[in-house]
């Protein structure tokens, strides 16, 4: 009897109940990896809660600074995208902002002469954002962006 009750157990144990499966949520938009509105819990947007963004969009930026400068600094000539976009999928340290580029947080002009824009975070379009030029990282208004790209 023993036996019986023990096998009964160990059978509803290993088969348990089948719970009907729930559909399936949808996807959630990509998320903004630039995206320096957080809201504290009273709804206020503090400086101090995105400061950690801005600082590692800053870093992602002055990166991708380092990188074109040293590809044209090489060759001699402005790269074109492609170039950068390659350049940045081979650095492990790297793939994150080919993944940004990618995705369209961060934009690259292809600008073939050193003066000038050489890329913008999609956020400056709109408000502000970090810009890449030849004398490095800046933090513009869409106006001044918009101003520069012409």
Not at 9 to 28: F, I, Q, R, Y
Not at 129 to 145: Q, R
Request: hydrophobic share 40%; charged share 25%.
């Amino acid at each position: 009897m023993r036996r019986l009750l023990l096998l009964a157990c160990l059978t509803v144990a290993l088969l348990g109940c089948k719970k009907e499966a729930k559909e399936t949520e949808p996807k959630a938009k990509a998320m903004n990896p630039f995206d320096r509105s957080e809201k504290t819990g009273n709804g206020v947007i503090s400086d101090v809660a995105r400061a950690p963004k801005r600082t590692v969009a800053q870093n992602d930026m002055h990166n991708l600074h380092l990188l074109i400068e040293t590809i044209s600094g090489a060759s001699g000539n402005m790269p074109d995208a492609n170039t950068i976009l390659t350049s940045l999928k081979q650095d492990p340290d790297a793939r994150k902002i080919a993944q940004y580029i990618e995705e369209g947080w961060i934009i690259l002009t292809g600008i073939k002469q050193r003066e000038g824009v050489w890329a913008y975070e999609k956020e400056a379009l709109t408000t502000r954002g970090f810009v890449v030029t030849n004398s490095g990282v800046e933090m513009l208004s869409k106006e001044e962006l918009q101003a520069k790209l012409r």
